[in-house]
Structures are given as C-alpha cells and as structure tokens.
C-alpha cells in the first residue's frame, strides 16, 4: 500500500508527522484510490484469483501518486484563465488494468 511516507517523498514534504498536512494527504489518497478504483472498475488493490495475492502493481501506484501530486497542487482549485486536463500519463498506467470494458 501507499504510506503518508510514500505520499511525503513524492511530494517532496518534510517526512515528520505534521498534524495539519497528514489528515490532507490522507484524504488526497482516499479520493486517488476511490478515483482509480472507479476507472478500473475494481477494487484497488485486487486479489489474483490464481494466487489469492493482493495485486498492486508499480504502474497503479505511480498512477495513484501523480493523481495526489494533482490534487496536492491544485488543492485551491481552479484559478481565472488557467485549464485543468486529465493527465495522459494516468490514463496509459491504468488503461491495462481496466476491466469489464464490453467487447
């Protein structure tokens, strides 16, 4: 799983517990594995039917890492004249993992 740590490095945040910021970054990481989750249509992690091992791959994480770098940087919302877009990179490191898409 992702830690506050993991979440502080790729920040580039003081990796001390900080009453103020963590509950943040706690709630930044909720809404970036509730985001993947939907757009994968499964649970994050999931479980290898083969294995019964939870699934986490590198490419979810870093995925789940650079949607918290988003919302971390734009945690004020949208500023006048500036445009927000969906982040290409996200969308590659999930797209193969994605299920129940039809036929």
Known sequence: MITLTDIKQH???????????????????????????QYLNRPVPWTDESSSEDVFPASVQA???????DLYENREGATNGSVITASPTVDRLLHMYRVGLGV
């Open 63 to 69: 995925a789940v890492l650079l949607i918290i770098g």
């Open 11 to 37: 920040l580039r945040l003081d990796l001390n517990p900080d009453s103020e910021t963590d509950p943040e970054l706690q709630r930044m990481l909720d809404a970036a594995m509730d985001h993947v989750s």
